[in-house]
């Protein structure tokens, strides 16, 4: 069960997300905000490969971690800002295809951290594989 | 002490690093390549910001990452090429200055894996502070 | 749909437990062993707790390990052993009532290297509450 | 330049080392502590095995959480309390040989949170290897 969130949480988030330059240089969007789960989508640039042609695992971590952060902010109370504390990343297929998605989940929202997890899955032909797992501790911040 | 590469593994370090499109993306070059050291340098472009200004961490994470990878690359033998299979960050300052250094090392050398840590500083007016610290392991791959 | 594991993988897994001292220590029992997935149950014994008269996070990440180590070798081929190469554990309660369940679970089982996560509970009164959870990789041995 | 502790920190650690049970299963020891570093040292007991006979992971993990809490709880302010937060353990050879030596740094003392990493050895004949690389969260708490 999918919990939706209220309209101010969610500007808040689509407003954080605009303001992540990064985000635009990727061309990733917010495909989904809902409690505790939002999810991310971009193409494969051709700015962001590594040596063999495949998407950078900067931009596979970039993806995940994003949607991870995100989702640990949609239950925070406003107005909170979000940071990253850790992540961690095991790359399990090389990031190919039409397109990444990256779907970030609370673990466990606490007072003053909370756990997140991330898969960034690759799509082509509308068919998913997993390209990574994460799994990291994100941090409310005074805004 | 650290020692030097002899030249055809200078060479492969720096076509490969040519090839990774998201380096020339982020304005990064390579600033040391020594056995079991690789020092990645660059700025913090407009384009690879988070929402408050800062570098994103998916930038401090790539060129971590990159400059471990390499410095694993130093001590496989050619031609190998190498992929990330996991890696941990820790962010322990924003990704404000100057620019942003990355300094890789190789802690165990293995003939299947390689154990790597990473350590991104930020440099501001020639002063350096920590900005994360990275810890993980690198896969030597047929090219 | 969990899948169940041959008689020789059974046995096999049986008999690396049983060998496996630290787990008669902590007064782990195997509970269940599928493909892909292996469940370790233990009280919190008196020997093995922190400062604090909880148990030991050192308790809580072996049994996940060991879970997630199982886990990976359930789908290796015999005659498989299986070795940790990383671990990753984030705390998220502690480690307080009757017994832990540690279930494992294989994400990507590969050729080279297997990726796993597992899950810590303590069990109260019959209900259950996420302790930790854990990521990592697992590397096939010759035995 | 490694800086001494006053009188009530090394106090309150060794008194918190003492009330923890799992040390003293482990045969471990504090062998020392300063400012932001942390040594404990531990034989490698028979009731701490892996299935082939080598120190378990979970053993391993111990000593170096331990000693990486340890040094974070040196930069505390007294009353504190620290707890782990996330630790994450690369394993680069076999916990074999006369015993283990675990060595816990401070990279960050936040207020916050402390960023920290842990070496574990072994010690054979008096030459030492490393067994294993931690990096990880530690929380400061009310006691």
Redesign the interface.
């Known amino acids: 069960m999918i919990k939706t969130v209220d309209a101010a949480m969610a500007a808040k988030v689509r407003d954080?997300?605009a303001?992540?330059?990064?985000m635009?240089?990727f061309g990733a969007t917010l495909a989904e905000v809902a409690a505790g789960r939002v999810v991310i989508a971009a193409p494969i640039l051709?700015?962001?490969?590594?040596?063999?042609g495949f998407g950078?695992?900067?931009?596979t971590?970039?993806l995940g971690?994003?949607a991870a952060g995100y989702a640990a902010l949609t239950l925070m109370p406003l107005p909170a800002?979000v940071?990253?504390?850790?992540?961690?990343?095991?790359?399990?297929?090389p990031a190919a295809g039409d397109r990444l998605i990256a779907t970030g989940r609370v673990?466990?929202a606490?007072r003053?951290?909370t756990?997140v997890?991330a898969e960034v899955e690759a799509e082509t032909d509308g068919t998913r594989r997993?390209v990574a797992?994460l799994?990291?501790?994100m941090?409310p911040v005074e805004p």
Chains 1, 2, 3, 4 share one sequence.
């Open positions: 954080s997300f303001r992540q330059s990064l635009a240089t051709d700015l962001a490969r590594q040596q063999h950078h695992a900067g931009l971590f970039t971690d994003t800002e940071l990253t504390v850790e992540m961690k990343i095991n790359l399990v297929a673990v466990k606490g003053r951290l756990v997890t997993t797992l799994q990291g501790t941090l």
